[in-house]
Nanobody, 126 residues
């Protein structure tokens, strides 16, 4: 059983929007920081955004800042990524992940993360 399941990816034209969702299918992640990474073809995986356990603290990569918004729903054990003003360079497989701890630094500074999803493809055409 995959602990985290992403959805909401797809194809969109540049300037458009997509909302990614990530739901926990088994264990609860209510006390864990949750976030998103992405990996484009031929490139290394890169951090996108993270939200702490309470939802009151967030952190974004420079490429995501001002365009993407991360949020979470504790009751649904889910995390979301609203992506606006999409660019072709946003094309990648997007993965959600959970940290062992609850703070954003637990996520960003972690050598390994507690759980990963299988990814959802986002394609932005010019």
């Amino acid at each position: 059983q995959v602990p985290l399941v992403e959805s909401g990816g797809g194809w969109v034209q540049a300037g458009g929007s997509l909302r990614l969702s990530c739901a926990a299918s088994g264990p609860s992640f209510r006390n864990n920081a949750l976030g998103w990474f992405r990996q484009a073809p031929g490139k290394e995986r890169e951090f996108v955004a993270v939200i702490n356990w309470s939802g009151h603290s967030t952190y974004y990569s420079d490429s995501a800042k001002g365009r993407f918004t991360i949020s979470r729903d504790g009751a649904k054990n889910a995390v979301y990524l609203q992506m606006n003003s999409l660019k072709p360079e946003d094309t990648a497989v997007y993965y959600c992940a959970a940290a062992e701890g609850g703070s954003t630094t637990d996520f960003i500074g972690a050598r390994t993360l507690r759980s990963w999803g299988q990814g959802t493809q986002v394609t932005v055409s010019s």
